[in-house]
C-alpha cells in the first residue's frame, strides 16, 4: 500500500521567494512520483513526474522536484516565485511494478498564495 | 486532441433528483477515473476502469452512485437520488495504454450543486 503526505496545507511565500512544497511518500516497493497543479476552477495538471534515472526532476513553469529514497521524500521547488505559480499542487504516489492501472494515491493537496 | 471532455460543466439541481454526469475520455486511454472534490474531504478517488471493466469501485459512497463505461470513448456517473451533500466538483480522467509511469489526464470537471 502507498501513501502520500503533505506538509502544509496552506504555504504563503513573497513574489520572487524560493518556493518549496513537501512531500513525503510511503511505499513498499519502488514508486513512481508525480506533482499535479490545479488552477482555480480547472482540472489537475501535471507539472513533472519521475520514474526512473535522474533524480532531479524538471517540469513546466520552473519547477523542479528531487527524488530522495533515502529520506522517501519528493519535495517541490522553484527559485522565484510568480502571482502565475499561485495554485492548489497535488503530490501522487504510484507503484512502479505490478499493475495498477494508472491509479494514483494522492495527497491531500497545498494551497500555495504568492503576495505581491 | 480534445482532451478529456466532460458534461454538463455546471449542474444544479434538488434533492431527490437523479443527476448524470458524462465523461469522454481521450481517444486510445483505456483506464478511466472518478474523483469527487469537496473542501472538507479534498480530493476522492470515487471508481476507476481499465479497458471498460469496473476494477475497484470501494470509493464509491453509497448505492446511490453509480457508474458505468458502456464502451472505450464514454462513461456517467448517476446519483439517484441526489442530496445536498453530493454537491461537489466531479472530476474525470484517463489514462493512457501502457505502465503506471504514465500520467492521468484530468477533465475540466462538473460542478454539481444539490438544493
Known amino acids: 500500500a502507498q501513501s502520500v503526505t503533505q506538509l502544509g496545507s496552506h504555504v504563503s511565500v513573497s513574489e520572487g521567494a524560493l518556493v518549496l512544497l513537501r512531500c513525503n511518500y510511503s511505499s513498499s516497493v519502488p514508486p513512481y512520483l508525480f506533482w499535479y497543479v490545479q488552477y482555480p476552477n480547472q482540472g489537475l495538471q501535471l507539472l513533472l513526474k519521475?520514474?526512473?534515472?535522474?533524480?532531479l526532476v524538471k517540469g513546466i513553469n520552473g519547477f523542479e522536484a528531487e527524488f530522495k529514497k533515502s529520506e522517501t521524500s519528493f519535495h517541490l521547488t522553484k527559485p522565484s516565485a510568480h502571482m502565475s505559480d499561485a495554485a492548489e499542487y497535488f503530490c501522487?504516489?504510484?507503484?512502479?511494478?505490478?499493475?495498477?492501472?494508472?491509479?494514483?494515491?494522492f495527497g491531500q493537496g497545498t494551497i500555495l498564495t504568492v503576495h505581491p | 486532441d480534445a482532451g478529456v471532455i466532460q458534461s454538463p460543466r455546471h449542474e444544479v439541481t434538488e434533492m431527490g433528483q437523479e443527476v448524470t454526469l458524462r465523461c469522454k475520455p481521450i481517444s486510445g486511454h483505456n483506464s478511466l477515473f472518478w474523483y469527487r472534490q469537496t473542501m472538507m474531504r479534498g480530493l476522492e478517488l470515487l471508481i476507476y476502469?481499465?479497458?471498460?471493466?469496473?476494477?475497484?469501485d470501494s470509493g464509491m459512497p453509497e448505492d446511490r452512485f453509480s457508474a458505468k463505461m458502456p464502451n472505450a470513448s464514454f462513461s456517467t456517473l448517476k446519483i439517484q437520488p441526489s442530496e445536498p451533500r453530493d454537491s461537489a466538483v466531479y472530476f474525470c480522467a484517463s489514462t493512457p495504454r501502457g505502465g503506471n509511469y504514465n500520467e492521468q489526464f484530468f477533465g475540466p470537471g462538473t460542478r454539481l450543486t444539490v438544493l
Open positions: 476502469f481499465n479497458n471498460n471493466v469496473p476494477i475497484d
Open positions: 501522487a504516489v504510484v507503484s512502479a511494478g505490478g499493475t495498477s492501472y494508472g491509479k494514483l494515491t
Open positions: 519521475y520514474t526512473t534515472g535522474a533524480t
